[in-house]
């Protein structure tokens, strides 16, 4: 599977769109790109995912570049309930994988 | 649906001792996993199943157990416990349907070993 490299922090304004970006070079034409955030001990929890179009849902929005070797979610306007860890992982469509989590994106949303 | 739960939620282990953390999902998934949290750092992947009565290792078994008699649990035994077990443990559960692959996390079992 592709690895992928994440910023280890970002700060974003409240009401503020927060862009989180991840490198994911060697990903190949079948490998889907997904995201998760972990809030403050909590178990992570599923927000979107994509293969090559840009994907929107009632959480995030997910931009994937044209050569698919890097994509951003897109928080449009922050709260700070958002402040957690986010985790891009890219894995392939069908059957069980085991995914890696690394560290992720500590995102800080500042009053 | 209750989801994935855990229990217990925490845990005060002496080295030696044995445990199981219990994992229970309600929503029919055929996946499960247990993963392992240290300050810091991102979650690691202890054992996993496909199924009932299949399972299998993954980045970090040594010194835990899994067993899958149904669908719906999916127990974590520590053998004897040690320091370096000291960490908070998540169990996932998940399906793959085409392109979907969204696991579900229960609220996590924060274990001590001193």
């Known amino acids: 599977d592709a690895k992928t490299t994440q910023p280890t922090s970002m700060d974003c304004a409240e009401g503020r769109a927060a862009n989180l970006p991840c490198n994911h070079s060697?990903?190949?034409?079948?490998?889907?790109v997904y995201w998760y955030r972990q809030i403050h001990s909590q178990g992570p929890q599923y927000i979107i995912h994509?293969?090559?179009n840009n994907e929107t849902n009632e959480m995030a929005s997910l931009i994937i570049t044209e050569d698919r070797k890097s994509s951003t979610l897109i928080l449009p306007h922050a709260t700070l309930r958002d402040t957690a860890v986010y985790y891009c992982?890219?894995?392939?469509?069908?059957?069980?994988?085991?995914?890696?989590f690394g560290i992720g994106t500590k995102l800080q949303v500042i009053p | 649906n209750a989801g994935v739960t855990q229990t217990p939620k925490f845990q005060v282990l002496k080295t030696g001792q044995s445990m199981t953390l219990q994992c229970a999902q309600d929503?029919?998934?055929?996946?499960m996993s247990w993963y392992r949290q240290d300050p810091g750092m991102g979650l690691r992947l202890i054992h996993y199943?496909?199924?009932?009565?299949?399972?299998d290792q993954g980045e970090v078994p040594n010194g835990y157990n899994v067993s899958r008699s149904t669908t719906e649990d999916f127990p974590l035994r520590l053998l004897s416990a040690a320091p370096s077990q000291t960490s908070v443990y998540f169990c996932?559960?998940?399906?793959?349907?085409?392109?979907?692959?969204?696991?579900?996390f229960g609220p996590g079992t924060r274990l001590t070993v001193t």
């Open positions: 996932a559960s998940s399906y793959s349907r085409g392109a979907t692959y969204e696991q579900y």
């Open positions: 060697t990903i190949s034409g079948n490998e889907y």
């Open positions: 994509g293969l090559k």
């Open positions: 992982i890219v894995r392939h469509s069908g059957g069980y994988q085991k995914v890696t």
């Open positions: 929503m029919n998934h055929e996946y």
């Open positions: 199943s496909v199924g009932a009565g299949i399972t």
